[in-house]
């Protein structure tokens, strides 16, 4: 039922069109377009600026006001207060959990976080060199080769299992990825530990010798992923929800996300930041990259600032700022270089009359490489964090497409090819 109503008058077609306006609980109206393919017109709508693609009751982001809600709750308060699989929970049930429901959910992951023998093997296909979101990729997407059990998305057990599946697998998937590319052994993960330190230890233990966590680390670990769990209908949840509207599996659906979280300009923008950190030095050159970011006739952008809905600070990058102060005070490398390069370039930035009027500020991805480098994942391995922190948000939306009514995903176009025109034989092809 519709609230409100727009009207379009278009010309050389009579009247007017009418055209529904819904509103959301909060946040802006959307106007349905569907009436217009009735007489023919299209609407024209480039990377999705101004388009709502589906309704969702997940998160929603207030880009002016640098608001992140996950069901309601604010970033800054699960950040504080709540934990990674808490928020798992949170994001797929619609409610935080009570503690009956916390210990069963937690309980469930735990004893899901062994992959099956054979996909051991797996690894194997991949040079030792390759990229881990390459074999996070490919693995992520063999999985459905397992699970024949529970792939029929109509079937709400299905979906709960292959949802615990995911979130239990996916952090040691991702480390098994990153020792795969080391060459050392991979660990299997131990259940006396949580979410977060169980990803840490088959990280970075070893058969050899005990692993000693650190609370600090092991948390800020937790909080990475908890603030990467879900933002709406970014490239690779969108991507997530197209893969999912033919009705392809869910495990095929998490790897096409991943294999769209891995660009730059999207979750690979956390390896950017360190990369272009590491290119810039020293903070004495900061202004002359900033000065290439401001060149209309350079593509050169900083990678970690600017976001196409956050046109205020992002609220994760202010946490991830303070994580990162935590992480490096009790590794006692407070004075990390990257960080004096980053704080400057921050610094500048923010004072700087392009970004100003432009409306870039420090995203998600600027300050969370300088936490992955100091505790000691490889920059390469940064998207993977991402996609294991993501993976929850990932899911929920693909459970909330599948478990109402939908319709296969299929934009149009605006056509600029050639007319209609006769085929040419070779011998008569002259240019
Ligand atoms: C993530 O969608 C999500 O929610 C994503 C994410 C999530 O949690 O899923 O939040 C995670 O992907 C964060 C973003 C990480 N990417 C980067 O840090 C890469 C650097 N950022 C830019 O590539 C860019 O800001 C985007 C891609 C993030 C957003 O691009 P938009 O919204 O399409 O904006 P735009 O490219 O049209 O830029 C607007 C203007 C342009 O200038 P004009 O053409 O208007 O003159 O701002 C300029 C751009 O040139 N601009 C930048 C800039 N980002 C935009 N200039 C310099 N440096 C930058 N980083």
Request: with cysteine; net charge neutral.
């Given at each position: 039922?519709?609230?409100?109503?727009?009207?379009?008058?278009?010309?050389?077609?009579?009247?007017?069109?009418?055209?529904?306006?819904?509103?959301?609980?909060?946040?802006?109206?959307?106007?349905?377009?569907?009436?217009?393919?009735?007489?023919?017109?299209?609407?024209?709508?480039?990377?999705?600026?101004?388009?709502?693609?589906?309704?969702?009751?997940?998160?929603?982001?207030?880009?002016?006001?640098?608001?992140?809600?996950?069901?309601?709750?604010?970033?800054?308060?699960?950040?504080?207060?709540?934990?990674?699989?808490?928020?798992?929970?949170?994001?797929?049930?619609?409610?935080?959990?009570?503690?009956?429901?916390?210990?069963?959910?937690?309980?469930?992951?735990?004893?899901?976080?062994?992959?099956?023998?054979?996909?051991?093997?797996?690894?194997?296909?991949?040079?030792?060199?390759?990229?881990?979101?390459?074999?996070?990729?490919?693995v992520v997407g063999a999985l459905s080769a397992f699970y024949?059990?529970?792939?029929?998305?109509?079937?709400?057990?299905?979906?709960?299992?292959?949802?615990?599946?995911?979130?239990?697998k996916?952090?040691?998937?991702?480390?098994?990825?990153?020792?795969?590319?080391?060459?050392?052994?991979?660990?299997?993960?131990?259940?006396?530990?949580?979410?977060?330190?169980?990803?840490?230890?088959?990280?970075?233990?070893?058969?050899?010798?005990?692993?000693?966590?650190?609370?600090?680390?092991?948390?800020?670990?937790?909080?990475?992923?908890?603030?990467?769990?879900?933002?709406?209908?970014?490239?690779?949840?969108?991507?997530?929800?197209?893969?999912?509207?033919?009705?392809?599996?869910?495990f095929?659906?998490?790897?096409?996300?991943?294999?769209?979280?891995?660009?730059?300009?999207?979750?690979?923008?956390?390896?950017?930041?360190?990369?272009?950190?590491?290119?810039?030095?020293?903070?004495?050159?900061?202004?002359?990259?900033?000065?290439?970011?401001?060149?209309?006739?350079?593509?050169?952008?900083?990678?970690?600032?600017?976001?196409?809905?956050?046109?205020?600070?992002?609220?994760?990058?202010?946490?991830?700022?303070?994580?990162?102060?935590?992480?490096?005070?009790?590794?006692?490398?407070?004075?990390?270089?990257?960080?004096?390069?980053?704080?400057?370039?921050?610094?500048?930035?923010?004072?700087?009359?392009?970004?100003?009027?432009?409306?870039?500020?420090?995203?998600?991805?600027?300050?969370?490489?300088?936490?992955?480098?100091?505790?000691?994942?490889?920059?390469?391995?940064?998207?993977?964090?991402?996609?294991?922190?993501?993976?929850?948000?990932?899911?929920?939306?693909?459970?909330?497409?599948?478990?109402?009514?939908?319709?296969?995903?299929?934009?149009?176009?605006?056509?600029?090819?050639?007319?209609?025109?006769?085929?040419?034989?070779?011998?008569?092809?002259?240019?």
């Amino acid at each position: 039922m519709a609230d409100r109503t727009a009207r379009l008058s278009v010309d050389g077609i009579k009247g007017t069109i009418e055209l529904p306006i819904h509103l959301g609980t909060v946040g802006p109206d959307v106007v349905d377009v569907a009436p217009l393919t009735a007489k023919g017109i299209f609407t024209y709508d480039p990377g999705f600026v101004a388009t709502a693609s589906c309704q969702s009751a997940i998160t929603y982001i207030d880009g002016d006001e640098g608001v992140l809600l996950y069901r309601g709750y604010p970033i800054e308060q699960l950040a504080e207060q709540s934990d990674h699989l808490e928020v798992c929970y949170l994001l797929l049930n619609g409610e935080l959990p009570n503690a009956k429901q916390k210990q069963e959910f937690v309980r469930t992951i735990t004893r899901h976080t062994m992959v099956h023998e054979q996909l051991r093997t797996f690894f194997n296909g991949f040079r030792r060199g390759a990229h881990p979101m390459a074999i996070m990729c490919g693995v992520v997407g063999a999985l459905s080769a397992f699970y024949h059990d529970s792939l029929d998305i109509d079937d709400e057990a299905h979906r709960k299992i292959t949802a615990h599946r995911l979130i239990a697998k996916i952090p040691t998937i991702a480390a098994m990825s990153y020792k795969y590319s080391i060459g050392q052994p991979f660990l299997y993960p131990r259940n006396d530990f949580d979410y977060a330190t169980n990803f840490l230890y088959m990280m970075f233990g070893s058969p050899c010798e005990t692993f000693e966590p650190n609370p600090v680390i092991s948390r800020a670990m937790d909080r990475i992923f908890l603030l990467h769990a879900d933002h709406e209908q970014n490239a690779s949840t969108s991507t997530v929800r197209l893969a999912g509207s033919t009705g392809a599996n869910p495990f095929a659906c998490i790897a096409a996300g991943i294999a769209a979280l891995w660009g730059p300009a999207h979750g690979g923008a956390n390896e950017a930041v360190l990369k272009m950190l590491r290119e810039i030095g020293s903070p004495k050159n900061v202004p002359k990259f900033v000065k290439r970011a401001k060149d209309k006739n350079d593509s050169y952008r900083l990678m970690g600032f600017g976001h196409r809905v956050y046109k205020n600070y992002d609220p994760r990058a202010k946490i991830m700022q303070e994580t990162c102060r935590e992480v490096l005070t009790e590794l006692g490398i407070d004075r990390d270089p990257l960080l004096q390069i980053a704080t400057q370039l921050e610094k500048i930035a923010l004072e700087d009359e392009y970004f100003i009027e432009k409306r870039l500020y420090p995203n998600v991805d600027f300050y969370s490489g300088i936490i992955l480098k100091a505790i000691g994942i490889p920059t390469e391995m940064f998207t993977v964090i991402f996609a294991t922190g993501r993976t929850p948000g990932w899911i929920a939306h693909w459970k909330e497409m599948v478990s109402a009514p939908y319709k296969i995903g299929r934009p149009r176009q605006l056509y600029l090819g050639p007319k209609k025109r006769d085929f040419v034989p070779i011998e008569q092809r002259t240019s």
